[in-house]
Every structure is written in C-alpha cells, then in structure tokens.
C-alpha cells in the first residue's frame, strides 16, 4: 500500500500547488472534494463524479454511523466498494454533525452523547469509537472528534473547548496508532475568533504529528473577512509539507482567497445544496435559475462549460424542469455546479503553476463581481451536512 | 423528409415485430415509450435513455402547453432541441389529464373548458387547438384530443361519449390534413368495456385512414382479464399495416400478454414512478427495496441486467440511498426499471423474429410469478401522467 504522502510542487505567494498520494490514487491541489455526506454526492454517479473532474470526495462519519451503520459498510467491503467510488476518500469526524443536527446533546470529557436525528436513539461518541467508525468504513483520510463552537463564543468558552478538542485529539491519535490501516489522520485545528488560541491550537496539533491539518470552525457565522484572517494566521503556522483543508468552505471567491492563503483542500455543499435551489455558478457569478428572464433564455447556463447541463440545455429548459421540480433539473444543476468548482481549483492549480496566480485571483474576482445574491438558507430538513 | 410509415416484419401467432420509419429515426416494435411528461424522463438524461435502449419518448400535451407553453418551445426550435432528444417523439393527446388533474372541467361540444392545475387559470381546448399545440411541439406522433369516461359507466353514457370523440377525431384530422408537417396522426379508440362501441370505435376511426391506432381507456381500473379482451378484440379489428398502440399499460406481464394479442406500442409511468417508490422490477418479479430483507443484501437489483445501477451498486446500497431519501437512489432505480422495460420490449422482439414468443411468454409469466405485490398508490401531486 502506498503510505500517504504530501508533495509540494510549487508555490506563487501564498498559493501552493501541490499533490496528495494515497493508496486510492492521486489528489492534485489546491482540490475541492464534493460531499458524499450519505454515501452519495446528491444525484449522481461516480461516473459523473470522474467527468467533472473529481479526484476525492467527503463522507460523514456522523451521517454513515447512524445509517446505515459502519459494521453493515465493513461487511459489504468498505465504504469504497459500497458506494462504488474507486478513488481517495475523507471523512470529517462528525463533531460538526453532533454539533448541528442532533438533539439534546452533553458534552463530557468522555465523549458526547446525543439523540440520533434519524431515530430518536440515544448515542456516544468518543474519540476512540470515532477512529473505529472510520476504520471500519475503511476511508483514506480520518479525523478526529473535536468540539464545535457556536459562533460568536467567549474567548473563555473558546479556550475551555479548545482544550477538550486537544485532549480529544490526542486520544484519537493513539487509538488511531495503535492500529492504522495506512488511514492518515489529519488534526483540526480550533480556537474560534481568537489569534493566541488559534496559535496555540497549531502548536499543540502540529506538536502531535498529523498526516496533514484542518482548519476548523470557521464558515460558521463569523464575517469573511474575519474568517479569511484566521485561515492565514492559521495557515502561515502550518509546516509547509503537509496539506492543509479548510473545512466547509465555501464560495467560489473564498476558495479563491483561501488558496491565495495557502490551503490545499476544500469541502462545501454548496455546488449540491445550491443547485437544488435553482442557484448556478458562472465566472460571472451566480444565477438563480428560476428567474423569470430566463424563461425564454436559448443560452446554456455558461457557454465555456463542457458539462452535459451546458453542452445540450438552454437555460429556459432548465428553468422550465426547475420550475415543474423535476427531478433531472437537480441532477443537471449539481453536475454543472460541481463541473464549475473541479473546473476553478484545476484553473487555480494552472496559474499557481505558470506563476500567475495573482492575476488569475484579480481578473476572478472581478468578473464574479461582489455576490448580491445570498445563497439559499439550509433546510433544517436537509441530510447534506 | 422521411414520411412516417410501418412496416411489419412478422408474425407469430398473434404478436407482431415490425419498424416504424420516422423522419428522426427507427423504431424497432414492439417499443415501449419511457414517459417523458414535463419535457424530462424524470431523473434521467438523453444519454440515459440511448443507453437503456430507448428509440422513441413520449411527452405530454397537456402539460407542456400549460408549462412552459408550445409557443415558447416552438420559439426555442421545437421539443426535440428543447429536451436534447433527437429521436422520435410521440405526444398524447391531453384528454386523459383534462380528466385526471384538472378542476372544474366542463366537457361541450366545441371542446373542454377547465382550471389548469398548475396555476388555475381557466383553459380552453379544442380538437383544433389540441392539433396546433402538437404541431407547435413538432413532435413526430400526435393524438386527437378525446374524452376519457371513468371506469364503470354506463353503456349509454360510454356511446354518447364515444360520439363525442369520433366526431372530434374528425375535426382533428381535418386541422391536420391542412398542414400536417409530416406529423403522424395516430386515431385513439375508445369504447369503454363495450364490445359493440369498440367495434364501432374501430370501424370509424379507420374509415378516417389514420397513420396508426391507439388504444384508449383501458387501465383505467377495470379487471385485467376485461383489459386483455379489449385489446384482444380491438386489435383484431384494427388494419395489420398500421401499429397499434395501447395507451397507459402497463406491468410486464400486461406488455407480453398485449403483444400476444398484437399490440407494437406501449408507455407507462410505471418503470418510473414505482422507481421513485422504491419498487424494481426483475425477470422474477417486482421487489420493494426498502424491505428490510435487502439491508445487508450484496447482490445487485438484477444479476443479469448490464444498467449502470447493477453494474455497480448492491440492494444493500440501493436500499440505504432510497431509506435517506437520497436523490440518487430515484436515479439509478428508474436507470434500472427503464433498462427492464426496455430489455424485455427488445426480448420480445427477438422472440417473435425467432418465431419462439409462445415458449418466451410462457417462461417471462412464470418466472414473473403471479405479482403478490401491488404497485404503489399514486401519489396525487405527482405530474408523471
């Protein structure tokens, strides 16, 4: 098996071109990975994955745990075969889902126990039983359970939490030692708005030695520039030859100001859960396909897009499915949001590699423009997170 | 152009195997038409559709001229270029929806007056209108507008509505005649469960001279038996060189047995809504994937059927997507049942060019096994119809 391995190509400032090895094939970066929360990107097929360029994609640990289940996923050979994705695949921890969907939660320095949204039980998740769920699942990249805060919290609150995170992740990385199945195990960096946590929250995982480092809590309520600061306070700490993710980020201006801060790996619904909300991504930002003047629109969504969505419809067709909720309309929407993120990071990859990653980043965001669309607001209801 | 005609290939016994010629391609019979309602096999592509083997789809009058409207597809270069499906087209007339999904509808001579469903709007339709909606469509097949009695009614009731329908077929054919753009006008036969008003159904719709004969008002809740001897009938009266189509049916065994009595052509919603309900069907009969039987089960849907759903995926997997209400699992369900439906339209093809259908019949029924399970209830919001 090949053991995971992170190689640094090349840099442009900030930005870092670079490669991931692991035993399922190669990751180039900067990467997004679109979020197969439930074993599945919503809608589509690995093929469709392949097509737009996909090289990882995410699960959840949370989500598969409850259902349907990490031993019935070991029985039938993993999470891999299960889902019939061939390539690279990581799991976040599930502290985030404990955080946002279940019910009546407790946080001991054990574990935190909770009250499944699916059924009602009564759970635990330590940080020992969360190593097992993944490794029963069998997945290239692991994470540890960590605590995530509300935003905005107290520095005092932040720091208490932070601690619990630490510990929790040093339990992680000797139950994960113990028996590692050639999984890398990546640590979460915490500390929410505060520098000297966040600093501190480095130097304590980086002292542990992870197979790479993700940037959590952020995306969670805090303003962007803020939430850029700390990704390159965060960033600049990190030892440059191990990846570095910012979880559950974002926009496609935020990648592009992430990358220019030197992160490697993206996850985010919002290729998926936006599509299925009628909104697309353009290079000149996005559109709300339900809009009335698109109704007789003969154009495709972008006419430099190679995906089937733009390659065959008009915007008035797929106004038209969207409108009637046909079930294709969503398919073809995610296939075009998700073409149009794998399409920004392999562009981004490009220019970090001819040295023009500072002109790519102005002349990107300035024909996206300053969104003056809001994304939709998350369906309590929905199981993509 | 090429102008629509049938050819019959051969016969065995009462099963027919012919081609229908179109200006936009073959069409190998008997064929079954994946439905394709709002513009859209829901969940799938036209690539989806080539795959599964589909040479023609049909769309629905009805419901495209109340969304998006004809004209507006008419201005977008016609239905083909609309839904990106370059093969043959066949529409139905709309009779059955101003029946089944509109409110407040009153059935006069000039045509029927009703409340769209869609958004309420007080709709009129004519013989004539109905022709120039399907011209605007520019679909390959059309159907006169007709009127769809509830099953039962009365004999007397069935002949006056019976009257009513031929009078209107002539008034369709008329509008057609005068600038029939190479459309194919199929007449529809009514006559309810009255075999002297099906065999005057017969004799006046064929003394118009139609491009082909459609078989209307069965499946419409009268006992099977009474359905088979119907088309039995109805299809013996009917010319050998035209094809013969029966609307709305049905369940496998319904397809093998009415082209045992000499149907080419069939739709049905069923591969595709019972897929979003969780039912699949297999050459040894439906299965409901939901069925705790199938949690753990590694076996595909179908051992022998080459969809992507089964080269790929376990019911297990299946089952696990369609319990978290995953948009895929309505996908890769409806690949699947398409993919039957279609596999047993060209079996049967090759049966009869084999001269072997009665040995084929008599082995599909009994493998199929008598259905111990009914399809799923319809659900009332669903525009599949």
Request: hydrophobic share 40%; net charge neutral.
């Amino acid at each position: 098996m090949v053991a995971f391995r992170f190689e640094l190509l090349g840099t442009d400032g900030g930005a870092r071109h670079g490669r991931m090895h692991t035993a399922r094939g190669l990751v180039d970066t900067p990467a997004f990975m679109p979020v197969a929360t439930q074993g599945s990107v919503k809608s589509l097929v690995p093929a469709d994955l392949r097509a737009a360029g996909a090289q990882i994609v995410l699960a959840n640990t949370y989500h598969l745990w409850l259902r349907p289940g990490h031993e019935l996923i070991r029985e039938l050979g993993g999470l891999h075969r299960f889902m019939a994705w061939d390539g690279p695949v990581l799991t976040d921890s599930g502290g985030f889902q404990v955080w946002s969907l279940s019910r009546l939660r407790t946080v001991r320095e054990e574990g935190v126990e909770f009250r499944s949204h699916v059924d009602g039980s009564l759970r635990f998740l330590s940080p020992e039983s969360c190593v097992e769920i993944q490794r029963a699942l069998g997945v290239d990249v692991i994470h540890p359970l960590d605590e995530c805060l509300a935003h905005p919290a107290t520095e005092a609150e932040t720091e208490r939490s932070l601690a619990l995170t630490l510990r929790w992740l040093a339990r992680a990385h000797a139950a994960h030692a113990k028996d590692d199945r050639g999984q890398a195990l990546f640590g979460i960096v915490q500390g929410g708005a505060y520098d000297g946590l966040r600093r501190r929250a480095v130097e304590e995982t980086v002292a542990l030695g992870c197979a790479g480092y993700s940037i959590g809590g952020l995306a969670v309520g805090e303003p962007t520039p803020r939430m850029y600061a700390i990704t390159e306070l965060v960033a600049g700490l990190l030892p440059a030859d191990r990846p570095r993710y910012l979880m559950g980020v974002g926009k496609p201006p935020d990648l592009v100001e992430a990358v220019a801060r030197g992160v490697d790996l993206f996850d985010c619904v919002m290729p998926t859960r936006n599509a299925r909300n009628g909104q697309v991504f353009t290079p000149a930002g996005p559109l709300t396909i339900s809009q009335a003047r698109f109704t007789r629109d003969p154009a495709p969504i972008d006419a430099d897009c190679r995906c089937e969505a733009c390659r065959l419809f008009s915007r008035a067709y797929l106004r038209h499915l969207f409108m009637a909720r046909e079930l294709t309309a969503y398919r073809l929407l995610t296939l075009h949001n998700v073409t149009f993120y794998l399409g920004l990071m392999a562009a981004m990859r490009e220019a970090i590699a001819d040295a023009r990653f500072p002109a790519f980043r102005a002349r990107f965001l300035d024909r996206y423009g300053v969104e003056s669309q809001g994304g939709p607001e998350p369906d309590p209801a929905d199981t993509e997170a």
